[in-house]
T-cell receptor, first 111, second 114 residues
Framework: GDSVTQMEGPVTLSEEAFLTINCTYT??????LFWYVQYPGEGLQLLLK?????DKGSNKGFEATYRKETTSFHLEKGSVQVSDSAVYFC??????????FGTGTSLTVIP | SAVISQKPSRDICQRGTSLTIQCQVD?????MFWYRQQPGQSLTLIAT?????????ESGFVIDKFPISRPNLTFSTLTVSNMSPEDSSIYLC???????????FGAGSRLTVL
């Protein structure tokens, strides 16, 4: 069935390090893909999205490219900051109303 | 995007009691949803709250356990009934506005059942 698999955490990085959080999906058709971020004590916020193959979503220095050939949507950032510490969720939606979320990856950035 | 207010933000409850969570949106929205986020797990959709009619529940969730109301296009409630420790979780309200393929979430209600 339709699902999202993302890299397990927790991930701990030093400030200014490069970040990659892997995400792959299974789906029929052509889903839209998302990354959501959940800062401590808050709800999920949309970080970025891509709606078709080869689209690149970007926001706050984060990027992810919709790769249909590898069914992936990996999240990257070239230089993380302490304020990026949060839980990151990969998600996809189908043509209906259903959203599928990954299990979340906890990121801690240390000074 | 819509702004969602949820309350309570957290609560500690006794086994066997019920708790109602409220979700207020600052604009009219077509779709409202309730999710559960258990510790270390992904978000699970409980149900779609339908305005003026019964909610649509996902597999594994039933109305007797999670009654939902949605009297208008800006407000919904989720009740967790006859709680047990297994119901300890974060419950999230989310909305999807017409024409937008994006979910917006409230801050969540963290429920601990003793």
């Amino acid at each position: 069935g339709d699902s999202v698999t993302q890299m397990e955490g927790p991930v701990t990085l030093s400030e200014e390090a490069f970040l990659t959080i892997n995400c792959t999906y299974t789906a029929t058709g052509y889903p839209s893909l998302f990354w959501y971020v959940q800062y401590p004590g808050e709800g999920l916020q949309l970080l970025l999205k891509a709606t078709k193959a080869d689209d690149k979503g970007s926001n706050k220095g984060f990027e992810a490219t919709y790769r249909k050939e590898t069914t992936s949507f990996h999240l990257e950032k070239g230089s993380v900051q302490v304020s990026d510490s949060a839980v990151y969720f990969c998600a996809r939606s189908n043509t209906g109303n259903q959203f599928y979320f990954g299990t979340g990856t906890s990121l801690t950035v240390i000074p | 995007s819509a702004v969602i207010s949820q309350k309570p933000s957290r609560d500690i409850c006794q086994r066997g009691t019920s708790l109602t969570i409220q979700c207020q949106v600052d604009s009219q929205v077509t779709m409202m949803f309730w999710y559960r986020q258990q510790p270390g797990q992904s978000l699970t959709l409980i149900a779609t709250a339908n305005q003026g009619s019964e909610a649509t529940y996902e597999s594994g969730f039933v109305i007797d356990k999670f009654p939902i109301s949605r009297p208008n296009l800006t407000f919904s409630t989720l009740t967790v009934s006859n709680m047990s420790p297994e119901d300890s979780s974060i419950y999230l309200c989310s909305v999807r506005q017409a024409g937008a393929n994006v979910l917006t979430f409230g801050a969540g209600s963290r429920l601990t059942v003793l």
